[in-house]
């Protein structure tokens, strides 16, 4: 095996033991978005979470993309929330657009796509993001609804 | 070759501390509240806890089969020739914050890789194969499998309609010449 590959091909201990601590450096973060979530269920009743929401499918889906970008972290937090939001009766329609803009759209890390690929490029990457996570969410949802 | 000095950093801790100061505030306020969000949160906690752990191990295996540096050759290499499929490959097994793999993709794009490869590879980032099994418990199979599907579809799409944009606007500024 020549250098660069060992560089590019690590032993499969090494990457358990990379994931174990990219997991452990992220406890405090779950463990604050639990806590939270749980603070949240006692002090805030399901009804008044649910009232955020309109109950239109398109109005809440936009809702749930907006507070998808604007948030930011990792994933597994965005499916903590999601989970909890559908449990209060939240519409699939909000919720698939809240997880998926999650990881789609970054409000925060627009100047840095702007310095790496300039400003064209990351308007038209992001409002294709926006029109697609709107739709993924939507047929999503219809979709679910007529298997069930 | 200089060592990075906290590859692993605590992340998320002064959320936690405000978390923690919300239910000291809670416990002397209202204390079965308080206890009641305690007991909720232990709930949660243990209902992930054996998901995390599948969690840990798919990312591992992945990083092992395809690791970063790797993922950065094949798409320098292949890129520009089998683009699209490579796009949905990598970014379907790509892992940490999109803005890690910004200068990546940004040296790719001067290297000949179109623009619209790159907004694929963005858009099926969203595919975060080693946290299936948590939104599998989350969402239920169903939905997930449902979502994964369309994201591809969607991510080649936005591809597809970038390529065209550009060629028409290269076309456009062409014709304006």
């Known amino acids: 095996m020549t250098p660069t590959e060992t560089t590019i091909s690590p032993t499969l201990s090494s990457c358990l033991k990379n994931s174990l601590l990219s997991f452990a450096s992220m406890i405090p973060m779950i463990i604050g978005v639990v806590a939270l979530v749980a603070i949240l269920q006692t002090l805030v009743p399901p009804e008044k979470l649910v009232g955020f929401f309109t109950g239109n499918p398109f109005i809440d889906t936009l809702i749930g993309t907006v507070c998808g970008a604007i948030a930011a972290g990792n994933p597994i937090v965005s499916y903590l929330l999601g989970g909890e939001l559908l449990a209060h009766g939240v519409s699939l329609y909000a919720v698939s657009a809240f997880i998926l803009a999650w990881v789609t759209l970054g409000f925060i890390q627009l100047p840095m796509e702007v310095a790496a690929f300039g400003a064209r490029f990351t308007l038209v990457r992001n409002l294709l993001a926006i029109i697609a996570t709107l739709t993924v969410a939507i047929l999503t949802s219809l979709t679910v609804g007529l298997l069930k | ?103 990546m993709l940004a040296d790719l794009r001067k290297g000949g890789v179109t623009e619209g490869i790159i907004v694929t590879y963005f858009y099926a980032r969203a595919i975060k ?49």
């Open chain 2, 1 to 103: 070759m200089k060592k990075n000095p906290q590859p692993h950093k605590l992340k998320g801790v002064r959320f936690l501390a405000l978390v923690i100061l919300a239910y000291v505030i809670l416990f002397m306020t209202n204390s079965q509240q308080a206890q009641q969000s305690l007991v909720r949160a232990l709930g949660i906690i243990t209902q992930i806890l054996p998901i995390i752990s599948v969690v840990v191990l798919i990312n591992a295996l992945i990083n092992w089969w395809l690791p970063a540096k790797k993922m950065a050759l094949l798409f320098k290499e292949q890129g520009p020739k089998r683009g699209w499929g490579i796009a949905v490959i990598a970014g379907v097994l790509s892992h940490g914050p999109m803005y890690l793999w910004y200068p």
């Open chain 2, 129 to 177: 194969l080693p946290l299936l099994p948590l939104m599998i418990d989350y969402f239920g199979v169903t939905f997930s499998t449902i979502l994964v599907v369309y994201i591809l579809i969607a991510a080649l799409l936005q591809g597809l309609v970038m390529q065209r944009w550009n060629q028409h606007y290269a076309a456009s500024s062409a014709r304006s010449n």
